[in-house]
Nanobody, 124 residues
Framework: KIQLVESGGGSVQVGGSLRLSCVAS????????MGWFRQAPGKERERVAV????????FYADSVKGRFTVSQDSAKHSLDLQMNDLRPEDTGMYYC?????????????????WGQGTQVTVSS
């Protein structure tokens, strides 16, 4: 079973930057989809960015377009999330996910693997 480990969270001020990293414990050729999600207190988990390896496509939530960039390193089995111009509404627990397909990426219950999460706090 693949394990996902996130790192890079922390506390920053408005306008600051953070880079999150998600590393998979092993390579699985069936995994075509990796993504970043976040969950704020009292809210549902939401998609932030999804990398579709099969079709080489990237999804970004409207709220992060132009500020966040996702990148994958196949050799390291990792998925990074560069977050710039951070805002208080970006605060939350950020989770990495992996799945065999991407076309169902909006259905979080269908994702196969999840990390434990890393906390991001943006203060004004």
């Amino acid at each position: 079973k693949i394990q996902l480990v996130e790192s890079g969270g922390g506390s920053v001020q408005v306008g600051g930057s953070l880079r999150l990293s998600c590393v998979a414990s092993e390579f699985d050729w069936r995994i075509d989809c990796m993504g970043w999600f976040r969950q704020a207190p009292g809210k549902e988990r939401e998609r932030v960015a999804v990398f579709d390896r099969e079709h080489t496509r990237i999804f970004y939530a409207d709220s992060v377009k132009g500020r966040f960039t996702v990148s994958q390193d196949s050799a390291k089995h990792s998925l990074d999330l560069q977050m710039n111009d951070l805002r208080p509404e970006d605060t939350g627990m950020y989770y990495c996910g992996a799945n065999t397909v991407c076309y169902t990426s909006a259905e979080l219950r269908l994702w196969d693997y999840w990390g434990q999460g890393t906390q991001v706090t943006v203060s004004s």
